[in-house]
């Protein structure tokens, strides 16, 4: 299991003797985050209704899924998943993808948005695995970021998958659910991914941020939640739900 990365993160909330309204963080505009029981129990009850959240990328092994997340950018799952199914079934290994070569690999993906270059990071990630790795995806956060095209958070997502570290890949569904929810009043990816590291049950750690992406995908929608089928709607901090 690799080492995460330290990040600055804030003071957890209060507990003890307190009260549950004395020891929640205040959050901006006058909300209240969420206190640790009310963290716990978000979570119990994500984990009660779907106890092994599975993300929606296609891959067979944590080269194809570091693939697939690098070209998800700015992509949908679904057109991922329709772009990589013939990819995959013809490069599922770094020596396989180089052999395949960039124009190919194009051919493939051109219907995912920035192909050309999403084409030229599979191609250059490929021969950076080979040259540097071995051949093998690495574990390790810094390692991963070295690869073209990967950032924090695809490298978040490939450490969590493949690897099962406990990670937070914050995407916008993430940071609108933990801002919404009170989970975090962060405004930066970075900010959110310190808060649910720091607040998250350890138990809870590994597939926490499955379900966060499936509540925002789903539930908690960016235009218009569908609130009346949250199961933490008694517990949400969002004062503008709908009915």
Not at 58 to 66: D, G, M, Q
Not at 176 to 205: C, F, H, M
Request: proline share 7%; charged share 25%.
């Amino acid at each position: 299991m690799s080492k995460l990365k330290s990040s600055k993160q804030r003071p957890a909330a209060a507990s003890g003797s307190q009260s549950a309204a004395s020891a929640r963080p205040k959050a901006s505009k006058g909300r209240s985050l969420l206190s640790p029981a009310e963290v716990a129990e978000v979570f119990r009850r994500f984990a009660a209704e779907n106890p092994e959240p599975k993300g929606e990328l296609e891959h067979s092994n944590p080269f194809t899924l570091l693939v697939a997340v690098v070209l998800s950018a700015q992509a949908t799952d679904a057109g991922v998943n329709k772009a990589t199914r013939s990819l995959f079934q013809k490069a599922d290994t770094p020596q396989k993808m180089v052999a395949l070569g960039e124009d190919v690999v194009r051919d493939h993906i051109k219907s995912i948005g920035l192909f050309r270059a999403k084409a030229k990071n599979v191609a250059l990630l490929s021969e950076k695995l080979i040259r540097d790795f071995g051949g093998q995806v690495p574990e390790d956060r810094d390692a991963l970021e070295t690869l073209p095209g990967v950032g924090r958070k695809t490298a978040n997502v490939v450490m969590n998958v493949a690897f099962g570290a406990p990670t937070m890949a914050v995407d916008t569904h993430v940071l609108r659910v933990s801002n919404r929810i009170g989970l975090s009043d962060g405004k930066t990816p970075l900010a959110v991914e310190a808060d649910l590291l720091a607040k998250i049950p350890p138990q809870y750690g590994v597939p926490a941020h499955h379900w966060l992406i499936l509540h925002g995908r789903y539930v908690c929608k960016a235009r218009k939640p569908v609130c009346p089928q949250c199961l933490i709607r008694d517990i949400c901090r969002f004062p503008d739900k709908t009915v």
